[in-house]
Antibody
Framework: EVQLVESGGGLVQPGRSLRLSCAAS????????MHWVRQAPGKGLEWVSG????????GYADSVKGRFTISRDNAKNSLYLQMSSLRAEDTALYYC?????????????????WGQGTLVTVSS | DIQMTQSPSTLSASVGDRVTITCRAS??????LAWYQQKPAKAPKLLIY???SLESGVPSRFSGSGSGTEFTLTISSLQPDDFATYYC????????FGQGTKVEIK
């Protein structure tokens, strides 16, 4: 059974940093691209960032470019999102999502599994 | 960046109704489009991929069509479990979601 478990969320002051993690199990992690998607309270889904299976292809939404860094550790079956210079508008539930295609080298495909999310609140 | 626009934002319907949601891309995305269903406090669930391919286990009352810049999700006969919010997603160039369409009880 595929499982994606996010952690690392919490309350953080504007301008500070936070690192999210996603622990993956139930599939061959290093075969698939992975993504972060967020959802602000009462709002829609926003793709944040994606990383290919070998970290060779990385993309970011314009809203986080230059502030967030995605990475993965295939030996630990883990995905990360380093968030810096956080703003109030970064407040959201952050989901980890698994890409659907083995060995995808373009910027990702559709997402067939999602975690339950970790809540990030940016407030003074 | 590719922008995705869904319409309507909210749709009121009754059980048994045929429902159609539209998603338009700001540039051609071929057939690289997926549809998701999300219920309150739950993660999104994949319904359709590659514009018209039904994900395994998804009821056949759901169908998708379109290519290029215009796409539709159709629910042929709305069931009580289908009241939810639906999102389109382009994956031609990284990813972008539409703003969502809430299907509510009329």
């Amino acid at each position: 059974e595929v499982q994606l478990v996010e952690s690392g969320g919490g309350l953080v002051q504007p301008g500070r940093s936070l690192r999210l993690s996603c622990a993956a199990s139930g599939f061959t992690f290093d075969d698939y691209a992975m993504h972060w998607v967020r959802q602000a309270p009462g709002k829609g889904l926003e793709w944040v960032s994606g990383i290919s299976w070998n970290s060779g292809n990385i993309g970011y939404a314009d809203s986080v470019k230059g502030r967030f860094t995605i990475s993965r550790d295939n030996a630990k079956n883990s995905l990360y999102l380093q968030m810096s210079s956080l703003r109030a508008e970064d407040t959201a539930l952050y989901y980890c999502a698994k890409d659907s295609v083995v060995g995808a080298t373009k910027g990702g495909y559709y997402f067939d599994y999602w975690g339950q999310g970790t809540l990030v609140t940016v407030s003074s | 960046d590719i922008q995705m626009t869904q319409s309507p934002s909210t749709l009121s319907a009754s059980v048994g109704d045929r429902v159609t949601i539209t998603c338009r891309a700001s540039q051609s995305i071929s057939i690289w489009l997926a549809w998701y269903q999300q219920k309150p406090a739950k993660a999104p669930k994949l319904l359709i991929y590659k514009a018209s391919s039904l994900e395994s286990g998804v009821p056949s009352r759901f169908s998708g069509s379109g290519s290029g810049t215009e796409f539709t999700l159709t629910i042929s006969s709305l069931q009580p479990d289908d009241f939810a919010t639906y999102y389109c997603q382009q994956y031609n160039s990284y990813s972008t979601f539409g703003q969502g369409t809430k299907v509510e009880i009329k």
